[in-house]
Every structure is written in C-alpha cells, then in structure tokens.
C-alpha cells in the first residue's frame, strides 16, 4: 500500500540554522507524484513543490532545496538559514489512486518545525 | 480574494444539532475535496468531488454529506455528530483529480462536537 514516513514528529532549532525534514514513501506504481505541503498556524495547507517520479534532479527556490532520491525512497526538504517564518508543520504526500479510480494524496503524519530567534 | 474560503472558521455544535460547512473557490477548478485533520492523525480524505460530481467517499459515516452544486462550492452538511468528529475540516481544490495537480487548501474550519 501507499505510505509516506515522516520519522521526525518535531524539530526545534534557532534562526539561521539549516534543517532538513525527511520523508520516506512506499509505492507501487512506477508512475507517482510526490509533494511538500506547509501549514502554518493560519491552518490552510500550503503548496511547495511536486515533484515526478522520472524527475531525480535536486530542486533549488530560494532558501528551500529538495533531494529527491528513487534508490532510497526518500524526498527530502532542506531549509538553509532558517527563520521564524518558517514555524509550521510540514507534510509530505504522495499521490495514489482511490478505489474509484480518482487519484488522491496521501500524506505522511506531518512535522512540526519551531524555529526560535 | 483568497483562492479558496472556508466558512465558518470555528464552529461548536451538539450532537444533536444540524449544521453545514461551506467552501468555495476561486481559482477556476473543477475538483474539490473535503479532508478531516485530527489531532496526531494524517489528514484523511473524506471526499472527491470532479466537474460536481461525487467520485470518491472515503468510507465516511452517513452524518456527514456532501454536497456541491457547481465547480466553485461544496459543502459538508453534519448531523448527528459524535464527540470524536471534533477535529480540523479542509476543503481543497485542483484543476482536475489526478497526482499531477497541485491541491490548494482553505484555512479549515475547527469544528467542536459537545
């Protein structure tokens, strides 16, 4: 079945540190879309990045970079010189089917990120 | 205006009350879900709705009904609830359904069962 491991449950560190956020999928599609999703304290999720499963290439915006690994399964997300601003939970997903026939969005338990000042 | 609005942002209802939750978008797409996040659970697809028709109910008990009656509106109409309900509703939208569509989510409605 499809599954998405986010390992760590929180993180807290200090501005200007870098920190990566880990996300591990299973799947059994050959063809599947993978996604980055923040939710501040606000509550609406926010869009980051999808990512296809024949695109291995590391993504670059801004201070956000994502690893994207098929060997390992893994696509993760490194923020560099982190800030308060980025204090939200973060949620990996990945696409599946339903069982009629729609594809929806798995997502992994989230990841709480503080950082301080 | 924000592309996708949820109403109302908090809501405290009994159990034997009857209320609905309203979201609308407006980003020109045809699909929309409703999603159910409770605390130290993964967000749990309720329901998919494509070109307003119902294409996906995520075993969800009978007291919660959906409804959309066009592309931009859908709402989650409770009754009956249980305490256990009590948890973050999102509705979000896409262009179409499909994994290469980006969703885009309101800001949820917090709803309390008492």
């Known amino acids: 079945a499809q599954k998405v491991t986010q390992a760590q449950t929180e993180i807290s560190v200090v501005e200007k540190e870098d920190v990566t956020l880990d996300c591990v999928y299973e799947?059994?599609?050959?063809?599947?879309?993978l996604f980055w999703y923040k939710q501040p304290p606000s509550g609406e999720l926010v869009f980051l990045i999808r990512?296809?499963?024949?695109?291995?290439q590391n993504e670059i915006s801004g201070r956000y970079s994502w690893n994207f690994q098929k060997s390992t399964s893994s696509f993760n997300f490194t923020i560099t010189a982190s800030q308060v601003v980025d204090s939200a939970v973060y949620f990996c997903?990945?696409?599946?089917?339903?069982?009629?026939?729609?594809?929806?969005?798995?997502f992994g338990k989230g990841m709480k990120l503080t950082v301080n000042p | 205006e924000t592309g996708v609005t949820q109403t109302p942002r908090h809501l405290v209802m009994g159990m034997t009350n009857k209320k609905s939750l309203k979201c609308e978008q407006h980003?020109?797409?045809?699909?929309m879900y409703w999603y159910k996040q409770s605390a130290k659970k993964p967000l749990e697809l309720m329901f998919v709705?494509?070109?307003?028709?119902?294409?996906e109910n995520n075993s969800v008990p009978s007291r919660f009904s959906p409804e959309c009656p066009n592309s931009s509106h859908l709402f989650l109409h409770l009754h009956t609830l249980q305490p256990e309900d009590s948890a973050l509703y999102l509705c979000?939208?896409?262009?179409?359904?499909?994994?290469?569509?980006?969703?885009?989510f309101g800001p949820g409605t917090r709803l309390t069962v008492t």
């Open positions: 997903a990945l696409s599946d089917f339903t069982q009629g026939g729609s594809e929806k969005l798995v």
């Open positions: 979000a939208s896409s262009q179409e359904t499909g994994g290469f569509y980006e969703q885009y």
């Open positions: 799947t059994r599609d050959t063809t599947y879309y």
């Open positions: 709705y494509n070109f307003k028709e119902q294409t």
């Open positions: 990512r296809n499963s024949f695109d291995e």
């Open positions: 980003l020109g797409h045809n699909a």
